[in-house]
């Protein structure tokens, strides 16, 4: 969790899944949730792989958020994932695959590694926050 931030109340969720590739995506993950001010969570597959602690899955064996904006990095969007962030007012996605199911669910998406666009991405939000 970001600052304390719980999951279950935050306005801004960034979930990483799978496809942020290990421990270290979800370290870049985890500094564009604090930039946010949001909170951390994760994919069933993630937490199973120990990449992240487990009070992170989102999901029908997880948690359940409503966030004003979701951000899945490298989620498929299994239903099991989407039945505990489907009531998200915004879900971005950005994920490598274009056909990955989650984009069904997204408001926007991006087709895009994270590697690279992550750290970009934070760093441009650092510069708009101040």
Not at 45 to 74: F, M, N, R
Not at 82 to 92: P, R
Request: include cysteine.
């Amino acid at each position: 969790m970001a600052d304390g931030i719980r999951l279950e109340n935050a306005r801004v969720v960034v979930a990483g899944g799978g496809g942020l590739g290990g421990p270290e995506g979800f370290k870049a993950a985890q500094e564009l949730a604090s930039v946010l001010g949001g909170a951390m969570g994760a994919s069933r597959v993630a937490c199973d792989l120990d990449w992240c602690p487990p009070h992170y899955q989102i999901g029908l064996s997880g948690k359940t958020v409503a966030p004003e904006l979701y951000i899945a990095i490298g989620i498929s969007g299994a239903g099991q994932h989407m039945a505990g962030c489907a009531n998200a007012k915004v879900i971005v996605t950005i994920n490598s695959g274009a056909d990955a199911p989650i984009y069904q669910f997204s408001h926007f998406g991006v087709v895009a590694g994270c590697e690279e666009l992550i750290p970009a991405l934070t760093k441009e939000i650092q510069k708009l926050v101040g």
